[in-house]
């Protein structure tokens, strides 16, 4: 059992911490008995426990009994084994103790320090672990950071401390049982039909990007030959696409359920035609108005869903007013004929009250959290969390978005290069758990764009890999369910750890959670970086006993 000693302030931010880092703990108890003990912002209580992680990014009494030399720092980086954890909020460095440095900062000054005793380990670690969570879940992260899932980092970095001082540790990883990630597979609905757009920007910026762009895209190196060609081709034959003469080349839905088989997959759906809405700085844009409405795709969203893929919202201003959310909302169900529980902002507009007013609206997820410009982890995390102001809505963050990889003004990266970006995503997910999510947009496998061989590229990548595809929607669940189940006590005897668990009913399409037990790691191995992590995994049922080797 982990015990907990936090500020006030910090016991929300404690609470989701601990539901992303799903093992059991509690706040501090005078009466409590703890193997670990976490103070953040805190000074130390009166405890027996054989480990304190005693975080702080201020002096604290502790460091002034000990005489730690403590000098407080700007916003840094902590380097801790073989990761670089962005901090901040700031942080301080300590001549090192001791029992001698455990992670540093870009200037190697300690930052983690060791007291070592006969039956007590006390690591100061010099920044506030909660407020650092807190900070990037509430307001991310900026794109320099992007490659960094900051929020799992510090909670591997917890893990890794308690298990090599020969304390296991049991929890509920957030990956089904079965699979070592879930995939997400979306789509916004941006430009379902080229022929809705006559002699208006979007038709003058295919033309332009089909022939000039395709062009000097040719010239350096990000399309071939044969793209130049089709491109061409697409823009010659436009008059005869707006003739009917022939097919519209965004039309793309059929060409979606073909490549993605039975792959789950989410459909993101604009509600209105010509609605722009406001940005969050209070201007319009008219390029953000869509050239079509829920109702005019009817037909092919209905064929969407009985095909087993999930329609949600792309929101308008559903951000920023719930009656709004709840009008777009009704605009998309009424089309599709179905229920709609998730949704995404059109362009990724969102502010710090949009969780509440989307949980108002009666959503159960959102999945706007991402970045415009490039990929990666905005909310420092691949798993589903609940965002600051909500306590039912749920957000799944996005991770990897096509116009991300390929706009110029963005990564513009060819398919090879794309291929080479998206891998440390693709690992991550598989050495760590959580969601990876992809947005692919809706015309994006036809001429200008040509962007499907790169999505086919992904999905063998990812079939390969062998995920769970979920909709958003179930994905959302399954964590839901996730956060749901309960330790009822964890007891260890003579080599066993002993877990009842309770884990509630839910949906028959989703994979059960598992239970991982985290071996100790012996002293003699804590000081290698090369050392596997030793754990063993379980199936969890609903009210199981689990009888595993300690």
């Not at 709004?324 to 709609?340: D, L, N, P, T, Y």
């Amino acid at each position: 059992m982990i015990g907990v000693a936090a500020a006030e302030a910090d016991r929300s931010a404690v609470q989701e911490f601990f539901e992303l880092f799903k093992t059991p703990w509690e706040f501090y108890r005078p009466e409590g008995e703890y193997r670990v003990l976490i103070c953040s912002d805190h000074e130390v209580p009166p405890t027996s426990a054989e480990l304190i992680l005693l975080y702080g990014n201020r002096r604290t009494a502790f460091d002034r009994e000990q005489q730690i030399n403590a000098a407080v720092d700007r916003p840094s980086i902590l380097r801790f084994r073989r990761s670089t954890i962005p901090l901040y909020k700031g942080c301080v460095c300590f001549a090192e103790a001791s029992g001698g440095a455990v992670a540093n900062n870009a200037a190697g000054a300690a930052v983690a320090v060791v007291h070592r005793s006969d039956s007590q380990d006390i690591i100061r670690i010099g920044y506030d672990l909660f407020g650092e969570v807190q900070h990037v879940l509430a307001q991310g992260q900026p794109s320099e950071w992007a490659s960094a899932a900051t929020v799992d980092e510090h909670i591997a970095m917890v893990r890794e401390l308690i298990v090599e001082r020969g304390i296991p540790i049991v929890e509920i990883p957030p990956m089904p049982h079965g699979y070592d990630f879930v995939a997400c597979l979306t789509h916004d609905i941006d430009h379902p039909f080229l022929r809705r757009h006559c002699w208006d920007h979007t038709m003058f910026g295919f033309l332009y990007r089909a022939t000039i762009g395709s062009f000097f895209d040719v010239c350096r190196g990000k399309k071939s030959a044969g793209q130049l060609f089709t491109n061409w081709k697409a823009a010659a034959l436009l008059p005869f696409v707006y003739g009917r003469r022939r097919d519209d080349p965004w039309e793309q839905f059929d060409r979606y359920l073909e490549l993605e088989g039975d792959l789950a997959s989410t459909f993101f759906v604009l509600p209105y035609k010509g609605d722009a809405g406001v940005a969050p700085d209070g201007r319009t844009s008219p390029k953000r108005a869509a050239g079509y409405a829920a109702s005019d795709i009817a037909v092919d969203l209905r064929k969407l869903a009985a095909a087993g893929r999930e329609i949600a919202l792309h929101g308008i201003n559903a951000w920023q007013d719930a009656s709004r959310a709840c009008a777009e909302r009704g605009a998309v169900q009424q089309a599709s004929g179905v229920r709609v529980e998730g949704t995404r902002m059109h362009w990724l507009y969102f502010a710090p009250e949009s969780p509440a007013k989307l949980q108002e609206a009666g959503f159960s997820y959102d999945s706007t959290v991402g970045f415009n410009e490039t990929i990666g982890y905005r909310a420092g995390t691949t798993q589903v969390y609940k965002p600051s102001g909500a306590y039912l809505l749920l957000e799944l963050p996005l991770h990897i978005m096509d116009t991300a990889l390929f706009y110029r003004s963005y990564m513009d990266l060819s398919q090879a290069q794309a291929s080479e970006a998206v891998r440390p995503l693709l690992e991550n997910a598989s050495r760590r758990g959580g969601v990876l999510t992809v947005n692919w947009h809706d015309r994006s496998l036809g001429p200008e764009r040509l962007w499907g061989p790169a999505y086919e590229e992904l999905l063998a990548e990812l079939r390969r890999r062998k995920p769970w595809f979920a909709t958003a929607g179930q994905a959302v669940s399954w964590f839901r369910k996730r956060r749901a189940a309960s330790f009822c006590s964890v007891k260890q005897r003579s080599g066993t750890v002993h877990v009842k668990l309770s884990v509630p009913d839910a949906r028959d399409d989703l994979p059960p959670l598992r239970v991982r037990v985290h071996n100790a790691t012996s002293r003699e191995r804590q000081d290698s970086v090369a050392a596997a992590p030793v754990f063993e995994d379980f199936v969890a049922d609903s009210l199981d006993l689990v009888l595993v080797a300690a």
